[in-house]
C-alpha cells in the first residue's frame, strides 16, 4: 500500500457505504450521515452534490429522479464498480487508522 499524507477521499467513502446499504435521495444522506456520525459530519448541499456528481462520472453511483407527493427526487444508488472502489477505500481507510494508532500508542501497529 503507498504511503499517504494524509487519507483523501473519505467522505465519498462514507456516501459509498450509505448507497451499499440502500438506495437514498440527497438529503437523506444527509441526515443519515448526520445521525449516525452524532454530527460530526453534517454536510451542506453544496458539498454533497458535487461529490456525488464525480461519483456518478467515477462510474460509482447512478443516478434516477422519481416524483412522489409532487415532489421531484433524485435517487443515487451504488454500481457495482462503486462496490470494489467502497472496498478498495475500506482497505486504505483501515491502514491509515493503523498507521495512526501506531503513531498515537508510540508504536507499530499491529492489528488483528
Known amino acids: 500500500m503507498p504511503?499517504?499524507?494524509g487519507m483523501p477521499g473519505g467522505t465519498e467513502m462514507l456516501?459509498?457505504?450509505l448507497l451499499s446499504r440502500k438506495e437514498m435521495y440527497g438529503y437523506e444522506m444527509i441526515a443519515t450521515l448526520r445521525e449516525q456520525s452524532d454530527?460530526?459530519?453534517?454536510l451542506k448541499a453544496g458539498t454533497l452534490y458535487p461529490l456525488l456528481?464525480?461519483?456518478e462520472r467515477e462510474g460509482w453511483v447512478t443516478s434516477r429522479d422519481e416524483v412522489a407527493k409532487n415532489r421531484?427526487?433524485?435517487?443515487?444508488a451504488i454500481t457495482p464498480a462503486g462496490?470494489?472502489?467502497?472496498?478498495?477505500?475500506?482497505?486504505?481507510?483501515?491502514a491509515y487508522?493503523?498507521?495512526v494508532r501506531g503513531v498515537l500508542e508510540g508504536g507499530a501497529y499491529c492489528g488483528a
Open 3 to 5: 504511503r499517504e499524507k
Open 15 to 17: 456516501l459509498l457505504s
Open 53 to 55: 456528481h464525480g461519483l
Open 83 to 94: 462496490r470494489a472502489a467502497l472496498e478498495e477505500q475500506k482497505a486504505r481507510w483501515d
Open 39 to 42: 454530527h460530526v459530519f453534517d
Open 72 to 76: 421531484a427526487r433524485r435517487y443515487y
Open 97 to 99: 487508522a493503523a498507521g
